[in-house]
T-cell receptor, first 114, second 114 residues
Framework: GDSVTQMEGPVTLSEEAFLTINCTYT??????LFWYVQYPGEGLQLLLK?????DKGSNKGFEATYRKETTSFHLEKGSVQVSDSAVYFC?????????????FGTGTSLTVIP | EAGVAQSPRYKIIEKRQSVAFWCNPI?????LYWYQQILGQGPKLLIQ????????DSQLPKDRFSAERLKGVDSTLKIQPAKLEDSAVYLC????????????FGQGTRLTVV
């Protein structure tokens, strides 16, 4: 079945460091891919998405490219800020095969120190 | 646009008691999801509704959990009787069932069973 494997954390970085969080997926169809962010005590917020191969999603300085050949959707940011400290979840959904059910990774906790 | 509304935000109950959570999705969203998020883990789907019909409830512990969406709008998730391992955040989400659109999440209900 469909699934998402996400880089384990926690990850601790200094402010302005480069961030990469790895995500790979398994899917039978042609899923859409998402990154969600969860701040302490809050629900999940969509950070970015990509709906087909080679699409790049971007938002707030974060980017991720949908790589079908490597079944990956790695999250990157060139210069992290303290305010980026949160838990990041990679997810996929495939409306054709699983009726738009969302599958989430286990999450990667990011702490950015000044 | 109003987001997904959930209540209550927090609930503490004793084991074997019952509890109910309420969710009002974004207006016009046909698909509604209930997820369980245990501390340190990614969200796990409990049940998915399309309008007032159940699409997937394969991971819902039906001996103690029940959910309904009677008029295809708001939804209630109930646990009766609760167990210690039900302590988690219960997230409600909704999406517009046209293509692989993102799911929008509420802030969640944090349940503690003592």
């Amino acid at each position: 079945g469909d699934s998402v494997t996400q880089m384990e954390g926690p990850v601790t970085l200094s402010e302005e460091a480069f961030l990469t969080i790895n995500c790979t997926y398994t899917a039978t169809g042609y899923p859409s891919l998402f990154w969600y962010v969860q701040y302490p005590g809050e629900g999940l917020q969509l950070l970015l998405k990509a709906t087909k191969a080679d699409d790049k999603g971007s938002n707030k300085g974060f980017e991720a490219t949908y790589r079908k050949e490597t079944t990956s959707f790695h999250l990157e940011k060139g210069s992290v800020q303290v305010s980026d400290s949160a838990v990041y979840f990679c997810a996929l959904s495939d409306i054709l095969n699983t009726g738009n059910q969302f599958y989430f990774g286990t999450g990667t906790s990011l702490t950015v120190i000044p | 646009e109003a987001g997904v509304a959930q209540s209550p935000r927090y609930k503490i109950i004793e084991k074997r008691q019952s509890v109910a959570f309420w969710c009002n999705p974004i207006s016009g969203h046909a698909t509604l999801y209930w997820y369980q998020q245990i501390l340190g883990q990614g969200p796990k789907l409990l049940i998915q509704f399309q309008n007032n019909g159940v699409v997937d409830d394969s991971q819902l512990p039906k001996d103690r959990f029940s959910a309904e969406r009677l008029k295809g709008v708001d939804s209630t998730l109930k646990i009766q009787p609760a167990k210690l391992e039900d302590s988690a955040v219960y997230l409600c989400a909704s999406s517009f069932y046209r293509g692989n659109t993102e799911a929008f999440f509420g802030q969640g209900t944090r349940l503690t069973v003592v």
